[in-house]
Structures are given as C-alpha cells and as structure tokens.
C-alpha cells in the first residue's frame, strides 16, 4: 500500500506563497497509475477539493477559488506532488491534505472522475496552513 506524507504548511501573510509537498512510498508502486489531489478542511466547513492531477496525463482540475493562485504539478523521479500556492488569502487557512487513487480504481476524465473527497482512498495525514491578514 502507497503511504503519503505532507510538508510545507505553516503560517503566512496574506499575499504570501506557500510550497506545499505530497511524497509517496511504498513498495513496487507505478507513480504513473496514480491521480494525486489536494484537499483542505477548516472548522465549520466540508473537506473541499482544491486541486487533483493525473500523473500519467497531467488531467488537472482545480477548484474555483485557487485558480489563477495555486499551480499543482508532480515530479516523477521524486514520486512527489506539489501545490504551489500563491497571493495566499485568510480564506485559504486549513488543514491540507493530500490522497491518492490509482486509474484501475476510477476512470480518469470519465464521469464519475473529479476533484471529490469520496473518489481518493489513500490519505496522508495532513499540514496546517495559516494566512494571517
């Protein structure tokens, strides 16, 4: 089973950036099988899709919120995803966490594909993020 590890939350002013990292371990997995998603979660509020990206076909959804602001992309030699989060607002303050679901699990791009908590399987633990205004 893949396991998932967050890093680079933290606290930023607003108009701030932030890198946030999601790496993958196992063993003999095919990075390439795999749509990565970021999520984020405050108080009071659902578990909401920020961006997902299929690895092998760089299917990218984003929410509409972050587009224009945050940029998700993956390295493969580093089995690592990122969300490159820009002009960060208090809005944007949660715990983010990434997921992942392999292509035999869910048809990428067909209709029951998108940037929903439900469609992911494996969960990483999560990074605070904290934009302050």
């Known amino acids: 089973e893949v396991q998932l590890v967050e890093s680079g939350g933290g606290l930023v002013q607003a108009g701030g950036s932030l890198r946030l990292s999601c790496v993958l371990s196992?063993?003999?997995?095919?990075?390439?099988?795999?749509?990565i998603g970021w999520f984020r979660h405050s108080p009071g509020k659902e578990r909401e899709g920020v961006s997902c990206?299929?690895?092998?076909?760089?299917?990218?959804l984003y929410t509409d919120a972050v587009k224009g602001r945050f940029t998700i992309s993956s390295d493969v030699a580093k089995k690592t995803v990122y969300l490159q989060m820009n002009n960060l607002k208090p809005d944007d303050t949660a715990v983010y966490s990434c997921?992942?679901?392999?292509?035999?699990?869910?048809?990428?791009?067909?209709?029951?594909?998108?940037?929903?908590?439900?469609?992911?399987?494996?969960w990483g633990q999560g990074t605070q993020v904290n934009v302050s205004s």
């Open positions: 990206l299929s690895v092998a076909d760089d299917n990218i």
């Open positions: 997921a992942a679901v392999t292509r035999g699990e869910v048809w990428i791009g067909g209709p029951n594909w998108g940037c929903w908590p439900h469609v992911f399987r494996v």
């Open positions: 196992g063993s003999f997995f095919d990075f390439y099988q795999y749509a």
